[in-house]
Nanobody, 116 residues
């Protein structure tokens, strides 16, 4: 059974940094596009970033404005989201996502709270 497990969330002050990690099991990790989504109360599920199977291409939501970087390690079945200059609006549950055509898997999420 495919599982995506996120970690690294927590409470951080505005302007701070966090790195989220996601480990994927029971999946041919190296062929999937991996991504991150987020959702906060009262807001829609929002795309954050994704990265192609070989890491050659990345995409980011316009709201990120160069503050986040997505990366992956296919040898370890891991994908990361490095987040800098965090803002209160970044507060959300962050979900790891694996996509291959119409096939999609998503983790249970990790909470990021940005507050002073």
């Amino acid at each position: 059974q495919v599982q995506l497990v996120e970690s690294g969330g927590g409470l951080v002050e505005p302007g701070g940094s966090l790195t989220l990690s996601c480990f994927a099991s029971d999946i041919t990790f190296g062929i999937y596009t991996m991504g991150w989504f987020r959702q906060s109360p009262g807001r829609e599920h929002e795309f954050v970033a994704n990265i192609t199977w070989n890491g050659d291409s990345t995409n980011y939501a316009g709201t990120i404005n160069g503050r986040f970087t997505i990366s992956r390690d296919n040898a370890k079945n891991m994908v990361y989201l490095h987040m800098n200059n965090l803002k209160p609006d970044d507060t959300a549950v962050y979900y790891c996502n694996a996509e291959l055509g119409a096939l999609t898997y998503r983790g249970k999420g990790t909470l990021v709270a940005v507050s002073s």
